[in-house]
Nanobody, 128 residues
Framework: VQLQASGGGLVHAGGSLTLSCVGS????????IGWFRQAPGKEREGVSA???????YYSDSVKGRFTISRDNAKNTVNLQMHNLKPEDTDIYYC???????????????????????WGRGTLVTVSS
């Protein structure tokens, strides 16, 4: 499995960025793919995820500001981030849960706990 993320950068507070992740090497009928963020020495925090049947998940801190979407033709998942805040500064990782439990409630906590693969992070810096 390969997950290649791009789109990080430096932006002023209130600005926007779009992260993209191209995935390959997996062929599952059901999976959940998305983003978590983690600074060195800090806990992993789920940001947003989307299932292969288009259920979406957002953390409370980004709900209403971030939008996740999939482009199946390009095997890409995108995260549009608007109204960025300095507290959004972090390293963002594209990740995938290839074995999500469809028979139990599923949310970002389950996603972060269950990720099987993640790519190299991309740094997002929001200046105040």
């Amino acid at each position: 499995v390969q997950l290649q993320a791009s789109g990080g950068g430096l932006v002023h507070a209130g600005g926007s960025l779009t992260l993209s992740c191209v995935g390959s090497g997996f062929n599952r009928p059901y999976y959940v793919i998305g983003w978590f963020r983690q600074a060195p020495g800090k806990e992993r925090e789920g940001v947003s995820a989307i299932s292969s049947n288009d259920n979406t998940y957002y953390s409370d801190s980004v709900k209403g500001r971030f939008t996740i979407s999939r482009d199946n033709a390009k095997n890409t998942v995108n995260l549009q981030m608007h109204n960025l805040k300095p507290e959004d500064t972090d390293i963002y990782y594209c990740a995938i849960d290839l074995n999500p439990d469809r028979f139990r409630p599923y949310g970002l906590g389950e996603f972060v706990y269950g990720v099987d693969w993640w790519g190299r992070g991309t740094l997002v810096t929001v200046s105040s």
